[in-house]
């Protein structure tokens, strides 16, 4: 059974920046795809952005030129460095393995 833990969420200002992390346990991480989506209060989740097992990578509309997600096979993590952050970046961001494994959840706030 996979198991995530995401961590580096908290409050910044405008501007500011953000590492995210996701750890895995079991399941083969090197195998399988991985994502980050958030979910802003009153709306519907959405992609941030994408790595295949390979290493492409694919951003949302919002993340792209802001955003990087790289990984890191030995640790079985997933990051996602948050550059440039805006207020509408605020939400709750989940990490997603493979297709249907979401991790808990972290709060990212950035204000104004």
């Known amino acids: 059974q996979v198991r995530l833990v995401e961590s580096g969420g908290g409050l910044v200002q405008a501007g500011g920046s953000l590492k995210l992390s996701c750890t895995s346990s079991g399941g083969i991480f090197s195998f399988n795809a991985m994502g980050w989506y958030r979910q802003a209060p009153g709306k519907q989740r959405e992609l941030v952005a994408s790595?295949?097992?390979?290493?492409?990578?694919n951003y949302g509309d919002s993340a792209k030129g802001r955003f990087t997600i790289s990984r890191d096979n030995g640790k079985k993590t997933v990051y996602l460095q948050m550059n440039s952050l805006k207020p509408e970046d605020t939400a709750v961001y989940y990490c997603?393995?493979?297709?249907?494994?979401w991790g808990q959840g972290t709060q990212v706030t950035v204000s104004s």
């Open positions: 790595i295949s097992s390979g290493g492409q990578t």
């Open positions: 997603l393995f493979g297709f249907n494994t």
